[in-house]
């Protein structure tokens, strides 16, 4: 079975500057698709970063960026020019490609890193 | 609606009492997952909706955890004689497809169920 584990439980950074969150994952399957959510306070989860293990190059989407280890299966997130309102909860999910024996695509979630943004 | 939707926000629940959690996913969407969130928890899978087919009901915690997806948009997870151990988050989240490229997962803001 796959896991997903976060070890930083809570994170801190000054506004404006450079934060990476810490992923890592089991699995024994080659090809997969790894993501990152963020969570703010009382709101919906939404999609900061998705990244298909296929591909070597990391993924970028404005200023947040991932390093991408397949062979240490690692997948962190770093967020440049932190800004007030990246403080959130931040999820690391992984999903299979092949679907399961009943047919399901599940997402499976870290706990999470509580990230706070400092003025 | 532009986004999934799911009510109640906040469900208030004497133990032994039962609860019904709805879900209106975005339209179309093929795919609805419900997950449970406990408090400082990453959110753990409870069941997959293909339309109106539940494919894996594997995540739900005991027998008295019921979902349906009659019609293949809304949803509804039913909780029996609720228990203090169910209060959690309940977010449901649909996705436009079932298989290949995983689309973006859409998460609803939950449902806040306490169990006193």
């Known amino acids: 079975a796959q896991t997903v584990t976060q070890s930083q439980p809570e994170m801190s950074v000054q506004e404006a500057e450079t934060v990476t969150l810490s992923c890592t994952y089991d699995t024994s399957e080659s090809d997969y698709y790894l993501f990152w959510y963020k969570q703010p306070p009382s709101r919906q989860m939404i999609l900061v970063i998705r990244?298909?293990?296929?591909?070597?190059q990391n993924a970028t989407e404005n200023r947040f960026s991932v390093n991408f280890q397949k062979a240490a299966k690692s997948f962190s997130l770093k967020i440049s020019d932190s800004q007030l309102g990246d403080a959130a909860m931040y999820f690391c999910?992984?999903?299979?490609?092949?679907?399961?024996?009943?047919?399901?695509?599940?997402?499976?979630f870290g706990t999470g890193t509580r990230l706070k943004v400092l003025a | 609606g532009a986004g999934v939707s799911q009510s109640p926000r906040y469900k208030v629940a004497k133990r032994g009492q039962d609860v019904a959690l709805r879900c209106d996913p975005i339209s179309g969407h093929v795919s609805l997952f419900w997950y449970q969130q406990a408090l400082g928890q990453g959110p753990e899978f409870l069941t997959y909706?293909?339309?109106?087919?539940?494919?894996?009901k594997s995540g739900l915690p005991s027998d008295r955890f019921f979902a349906e997806r009659p019609e293949g948009s809304v949803s509804t997870l039913k909780i029996q004689r609720t228990q203090q151990e169910d209060s959690a988050v309940y977010l449901c989240?649909?996705?436009?497809?079932?298989?290949?490229?995983?689309?973006?997962?859409?998460f609803g803001e939950g449902s806040r169920l306490t169990v006193l």
């Open positions: 990244q298909e293990a296929y591909k070597q």
């Open positions: 999910a992984y999903r299979s490609i092949m679907e399961g024996t009943s047919g399901t695509y599940k997402y499976i």
């Open positions: 909706f293909q339309n109106e087919a539940q494919l894996d």
């Open positions: 989240a649909s996705s436009l497809t079932a298989s290949g490229d995983p689309g973006e997962l859409f």
